[in-house]
């Protein structure tokens, strides 16, 4: 009986073992990339087809799951891409699961929302990304030009070509949007903000503009937002390029690019020379055309990578931007013969190292120095000044991945230094330390894909000259995803913008005179949105509607004392609230493209001023319309842009203000291909097509009807 027993006993350990065996599992992991970039699908759906369970891709574009079945098999797919099922057997022999593109909708990379590449149904706020090849912008010559038509952002232009640009995103000033350059802070700490003319797009590959306050990650000025301009790449291989440009009022500019690589070093070096007379019709009988607005440019843009290994890399630029210009002045206070020189240099480095899940190490340093020579002869108020300001930055950060969780954390150390005659040699040191820690959760069930990602991030900001500042922010993005693409984001943060150091430091006189106890202006913020993108036969669509609301204060007011001597003080506060729809759609194959953006907005006085509360903050229109148009037609690409801004107060009892324009904009672009990849290409536009009378700025009118066009070769 006992040895009935012990063999039943065998048998039974011998058919748990056999059910064991055929139950382990087996790791499979694998690396899904784009097959015709080459870059990691981030978000890309990973099933077992016995199981349909599954995971998604990293950041990376990687994957790791477990499979009992040896004979089975993965469907891998991800919304705009055919979806590709291969067995395991293949999946191993080869790591490198490559998808082909059925549209190049909804796959722009952006970097600003997270300080890592992420998707727009990834990124927990609205990012908008403009890449300096697209036909509309092949004539244009500044950053402030290409940032037009983005949705919230409004570029007060001060005039043409000549004319300074600076940005209002979201209702905040231009002193309170960050510019940033490679991840570079480039505001100019005397003033706080930056003239995007003397940004040229030379150098310029894409803009991104991140539409939410980022101070928890980015520090001071980021506010109403970020524009993040990223710099030119080297090309894969010997690319020349040359390029000239023609214009109404005067312009000529001449470009030339060359990039090539070489084995695991690469580099591009770009020169360019831009001039007008600027002298365009004002609309006044008084002062028919625009009088002293010449301006002469020239710009040098340098960069080098070196390859070390697949996983670490070197990279270097370096950029001289000199600008001569005559300064008109307004239309009130014309200035015949004002002059402005500008000299700007910047010379940046960075070393990156990835080598695990724990160690995504970045550390970057840069050097600024910009000098600016302003005189005005004028016989009766002469005046002239000179400003200096060098900077020195230094970023380090690393990111590591533990499970569900991927932190992100790092230090900032900066020295600036201002030498004005305005001012008496001010210094500022800034320290900084942040984190950031992403937990996403995700779930594949009945071929859908369910996710969520919640990201606290802190920062802590230490100014030699302002004193510390503590900004926390939460952020979350849940997202479905099957036949379609359903994303909802929300996010709640502090912001601020350190003082500047004209607030601080200006000299003490009859008239003015700065306050070195002024406190950061504070921003509360809350906002949220939904995204849906869809491929189907009827194209391609994306529908996104944001809101925002900001509560700011400690705001910075110059206002005069019981001697009517102005000096700035810590007494405003606003309030502004809006809306975002937009909507973009692609035809299948890319050739038509239609894109539509609305911003709603409220911006308003929240002091205890009684003349003023209330009442709508100085130029930041309530509405603000945007539609591009392009079409593939003939072998060309042709389109218009259209611009609806109302009106804006320029006094702050809102008892004057600037009517409201609108602005129709044609582009066009040919090119004619020859062999080894070499290609003769004509652009044009035609700005101001209806020849308006237009002042963004009071005093200040843009250019009326504007032609350009530019001839180039290039492989």
């Excluded at 990376?60 to 057997?89: C, H, M, V």
């Excluded at 504070?522 to 949220?528: A, K, P």
Aim: charged letters at 20%; proline letters at 4%.
């Amino acid at each position: 009986m006992f040895k009935r027993a012990g063999s039943c006993a065998t048998f039974a350990v011998f058919l748990w073992a056999s059910f064991v065996r055929g139950q382990q599992s087996e790791a499979i992991r694998g690396n899904v990339v784009d097959a015709v970039t080459k870059q990691p699908i981030a978000g890309a759906t990973v099933l077992l087809m016995s199981s349909r369970q599954g995971v998604v891709t990293n950041e990376a574009g990687k994957f790791k799951l477990s499979a009992t079945q040896p004979n089975d098999s993965l469907l891998i797919r991800f919304i705009g891409y055919r979806s590709e099922r291969l067995a395991l057997a293949e999946i191993n022999r080869n790591h490198r699961i490559q998808l082909t593109p059925t549209s190049l909708l909804f796959h722009e990379v952006t970097v600003t929302a997270k300080r890592n590449a992420a998707v727009a149904a990834d990124s927990p706020a609205p990012v908008e990304l403009v890449t300096t090849d697209t036909p509309r912008l092949l004539t244009t010559h500044n950053v402030g030009e290409t940032l037009t038509h983005m949705q919230s952002l409004l570029v007060k232009d001060y005039g043409g070509l000549s004319g300074i640009k600076t940005v209002s995103l979201r209702g905040a000033s231009e002193g309170q949007v960050l510019v940033l350059q490679d991840g570079f802070r480039i505001n100019n700490p005397q003033g706080g903000w930056v003239d995007l003319n003397l940004l040229p797009t030379l150098g310029v590959e894409s803009v991104e503009v991140l539409r939410s306050g980022a101070s928890a990650q980015y520090g001071s000025e980021a506010v109403g937002g970020i524009v993040h301009v990223r710099t030119l790449s080297p090309a894969a291989h010997f690319s020349p390029q040359a390029e000239y440009t023609v214009g109404n009022y005067g312009t000529g500019a001449a470009r030339i690019k060359l990039s090539q690589r070489v084995g695991k070093i690469s580099g591009v070096l770009a020169y360019g020379r831009l001039r007008t007379e600027g002298d365009y019709p004002t609309g006044l009988a008084a002062q028919p055309r625009l009088q002293n607005n010449h301006l002469n440019k020239q710009d040098f843009y340098a960069r080098g990578d070196f390859a070390i290994s697949e996983r670490i890399g070197l990279s270097a630029f370096h950029q001289i931007v000199d600008s001569d210009r005559e300064v008109a002045g307004s239309l009130s206070f014309p200035t015949s013969a004002a002059e402005q020189q500008d000299n700007n240099r910047m010379s940046a480095v960075r070393f990156t190292a990835q080598t695990g899940e724990l160690f995504n190490f970045n550390v970057q340093g840069n050097l600024q120095h910009l000098e600016q020579d302003y005189t005005n002869p004028d016989p009766f108020f002469p005046s002239a000044s000179r400003h200096t300001v060098d900077a020195r930055e230094l970023l380090l950060h690393n990111r590591s991945r533990l499970g569900v969780w991927d932190f992100l954390y790092g230090a900032e150390i900066a020295h600036f230094e201002v030498k004005s005659t305005d001012l008496e040699n001010p210094q500022r040191d800034q320290r900084s330390a942040f984190v950031q820690a992403e937990w996403r959760w995700h779930r594949v069930r009945n071929n859908a894909l369910m996710s969520l990602a919640i990201t606290p991030a802190l920062r802590y900001d230490h100014f030699s000259d302002s004193g510390n500042r503590t900004s926390p922010k939460i952020s979350l993005v849940w997202k479905w995803e099957r036949d379609f693409t359903l994303s909802w984001h929300a996010s709640a943060g502090k912001s601020f913008r350190v003082p500047s150091m004209n607030d601080l430091f200006w000299p003490s006189s009859p008239y003015t005179a700065g306050n070195p106890n002024l406190r950061p202006e504070v921003g509360t913020q809350f906002d949220g949105g939904v995204l849906v993108q869809s491929a189907n036969r009827a194209g391609n669509w994306q529908l996104a509607l944001d809101v925002f609301h900001t509560q700011l204060e400690n705001l910075i007011s110059w206002i005069p004392d019981e001697n009517f001597r102005f000096s700035p003080q810590n007494i405003a506060r606003a309030k502004i609230a809006g809306l975002e729809p937009a909507l973009t759609w692609r035809s299948l194959r890319d050739r038509v493209n239609v894109r539509l953006a609305y911003t709603k907005m409220r911006a308003i006085d929240d002091g205890d001023d009684a003349a003023t509360q209330g009442k709508r903050l100085l130029y930041r229109p309530d509405h603000k319309f945007d539609a591009t148009f392009s079409a593939q037609i003939f072998g060309g690409t042709w389109g218009a842009t259209y611009q609806l801004v109302s009106r804006r107060f320029v006094r702050q009892d809102n008892s004057f203000s600037l009517p409201g324009y609108r602005l129709l904009d044609l582009f066009g672009s040919y090119r004619f291909d020859f062999t080894g990849g070499y290609q003769i290409y004509l652009a044009g536009a035609i700005r101001n097509l209806a020849d308006k009378r237009i002042q963004v700025i009071e005093g200040y009118p843009i250019p009326g009807r504007e032609f350009r066009m530019t001839l180039g070769v290039g492989r």
